[in-house]
């Protein structure tokens, strides 16, 4: 069976599970999942794209403008997935998915009045990945990984924050994906803020940069770090405490374990490093997939891990991050987003050692 065939028989399960006539997917990531790869945006920083999908047990159609109709038919060759079309002139409101949907049981991906929400089973759905997307999220690994490594080593005391970012989102266009999250911060700011949005200010010694690249819908996601001089001692040891927390989380997602347990083990070594309560200051992550995360982790999640979900998690003590793309493989994790000449530490968890990011030290 297709990509696309196994994507509609869980489409149409998960209508049996909920007892609905239809689902409408109005979100650019459930619109790339369910098309295998296809785009619905224009604007890259929308949720909600310029196409919908309404989904029944026997027909599939495809809402949009006309302005976009001639894309996704040509390019994105939607047609011939099986799509009816249904354009409307740009200058005038859809009115054929309330006609369509009339008198039906509806779920969809987004909030709507009288419509059941199946935002967190869609993600759930949209993390757990095929074959044909687990290689494309392989190589969208390997893109941010090369992006973030050339963008970072080409970093300089005195550039402005705009200067990286603009680094950064070169290095990862230029391979093909889009650099829809890029985080910059230097020297102090990499301490007061866990979301640095990239500003003037100029790098004196030390960096932190943030990339969720996407490609074919799919969104990987890498941090790294640099300095310039000698790590300071404090630092050092929050480098070495996040890094131990970082190899916890992904020594605990294992198949069958569920997101509570795994926070739950974040948490415990959090509090094993000396830095008890720093958990509280951000999120730490969770199963990636057509979003940055298509969950994110809490003490009572009971989501369950699975083989071929990707994973990013991203514990931070306040000066030191941690965060790669692990895909969930069988027999153990694979790191997609490792950088090969990127220098590691070597910390022990429960007995076992593994190998995270350090800082990068210029001397």
């Known amino acids: 069976m297709s990509e696309f065939r196994r994507k509609l028989e869980r489409i149409k399960a998960l209508l049996q599970r909920e007892t609905l006539d239809a689902v409408l997917l109005k979100r650019v990531s459930s619109f790339a999942w369910a098309t295998c790869g296809a785009a619905s945006y224009v604007n890259t920083a929308v949720s909600e794209g310029e196409a919908s999908l309404l989904i029944t047990p026997d027909h599939l159609y495809l809402f949009t403008n006309n302005i976009e109709a001639t894309r996704l038919e040509q390019e994105e060759k939607l047609a011939e997935q099986g799509w009816e079309f249904r354009v409307s002139p740009w200058h005038r409101q859809r009115e054929e998915i309330s006609q369509l949907t009339a008198g039906l049981w ?122 310039f001089g000698r790590l300071p ?37 959090y509090a094993a490093t000396g830095f008890a309560d720093e958990w509280e200051l951000h999120h730490q992550g969770g199963p990636a997939g057509y979003e940055p995360r298509e969950l994110v982790a809490t003490p009572f999640a009971r989501e369950e891990v699975v083989v071929g979900q990707v994973y990013a998690w991203n514990p931070s003590i306040t000066g030191a991050k941690s965060e790669d793309s692990i895909l969930i493989g069988e027999e153990g994790n694979e790191v997609l987003t490792a950088i090969d000449d990127w220098p590691m530490l070597t910390v022990e968890v429960d007995g076992v050692e593994m190998q995270r990011p350090a800082i990068l030290e210029i001397l």
């Open 106 to 227: 509806l779920g969809a991906d987004v909030t709507m009045q009288g419509v059941k929400d199946l935002g967190r089973a869609l993600a759930y759905e949209r993390s757990c990945l095929g074959p044909e997307e687990i290689e494309r999220f392989r190589q969208l690994g390997k893109i941010c990984a090369q992006a973030m490594n050339a963008a970072i080593r080409a970093v300089k005391p005195g550039m402005s924050e705009y200067e990286m970012a603009g680094l950064l989102a070169f290095e990862t266009e230029r391979r093909g994906a889009q650099a829809i999250v890029n985080l910059v911060a230097s020297d102090e700011r990499v301490f007061r803020f866990r979301h640095p949005l990239p500003t003037a200010k100029r790098m004196e010694r030390y960096a932190m940069l943030v990339l969720c690249g996407r490609k074919d819908g799919l969104v990987c996601s890498i941090t790294r770090l640099i300095h």
């Open 233 to 269: 001692d404090e630092l050092r040891r929050k480098a070495e405490a996040v890094a131990r927390v970082d190899a916890a989380f992904i020594q605990a997602t294992r198949p069958g374990a569920t997101l509570g347990e795994i926070f739950k083990r974040g948490q415990a070594e």
